[in-house]
């Protein structure tokens, strides 16, 4: 049972994303807390958590209810309710958090347009406090390290007195999956780990070089074409000359690698990169 966790659910006013962030002292916490689905809604369900309300709450929100009558089909369906803590956000910004009166002390939340800040079982108030504030202040910086930004900020001001072992990120946006096919934009987890907070930011910085979609390209120099060509030799992809001309037979084997490298999301074929492929696979590969 997820006893004792503290998150963040909220919406990103500038695009409409969903997310949520959350840490625990409880193995592979973003199994069971954090649901999304984009331009429906974000719930974060903790305490005796019932997994449950994650789709229960997002079909209501779908069919129209406010978060009041969310909360309110919770409390005719769950019997346990007094001993749940969950928050939630619509699409609209509409924000909620509960904290059953059977939750384990300090236990509370803090909600306000278009976020919910919630933890149970923590060091005291000051940890939803920083959360939320964090979140608030830090508006210019995108909606993803935003979110663990707060995270972290509740980690800091105490977060789960029992400690730390595992954290979760889930943002959802329209069309923003993996090759635009469905919501689901960043879903990463530290399971088991010694700074769940810590490893989330790395994961993220990974995830945004394998999968973000750059907005500007340009086309490699003669130069660059050599060095790539050189390493497409000794990886053994390329059997042509070193000669520094972009042909069919180097965007073939250029393809392959991306394709090894997981950035296919990155690249749109032709000579044309963008600076963080092209720096991240000239560390990879120093060939001179």
Request: proline share 6%; with cysteine.
């Amino acid at each position: 049972m997820v006893v004792a966790t503290f998150s963040l659910v909220a919406q990103d006013p500038e695009t409409g994303d969903l997310g949520v962030a959350v840490a625990s002292k409880f193995l592979a916490v973003g199994s069971v807390v954090p649901f999304a689905r984009a331009g429906v809604g974000a719930i974060a369900t903790q305490s005796y958590a019932n997994p449950r309300f994650g789709p229960q709450g997002l079909a209501l929100l779908e069919q129209g209810a406010s978060p009041e009558g969310v909360l309110e089909a919770f409390r005719r369906t769950d019997p346990g309710l007094e001993r749940r803590q969950f928050g939630l956000v619509s699409a609209r910004g509409e924000a909620l958090t509960f904290t059953g009166g059977e939750c384990h002390p300090w236990a509370g939340g803090r909600a306000g347009k278009g976020f919910a800040a919630q933890g149970n079982l923590l060091a005291g108030p000051q940890v939803v406090e920083a959360m939320v504030e964090t979140f608030l202040q830090e508006e210019r910086v995108p909606f993803p390290e935003r979110l663990l930004l707060a995270l972290k900020a509740g980690e800091e001001a105490g977060g789960d007195k029992r400690g730390k072992q595992s954290a979760a990120l889930l943002v959802v946006g329209e069309g923003k999956g993996y090759g635009g096919l469905w919501d689901r934009y960043i879903d990463l987890r530290a399971d088991d780990h010694p700074e769940p907070v810590e490893e989330l930011f790395r994961l993220l910085s990974l995830h945004r070089l394998l999968f973000e979609r750059p907005k500007e390209r340009r086309p490699l120099t003669p130069e660059e074409v050599r060095w790539l060509q050189g390493v497409l030799r000794s990886l053994g992809l390329y059997a042509g000359e070193v000669h520094g001309e972009f042909d069919e037979a180097t965007e073939r084997a250029f393809l392959a690698l991306i394709g090894m490298e997981n950035l296919e999301e990155r690249y749109q074929g032709g000579p044309e990169v963008d600076e963080a492929t092209l720096s991240y696979l000239k560390r990879r590969y120093p060939w001179s």
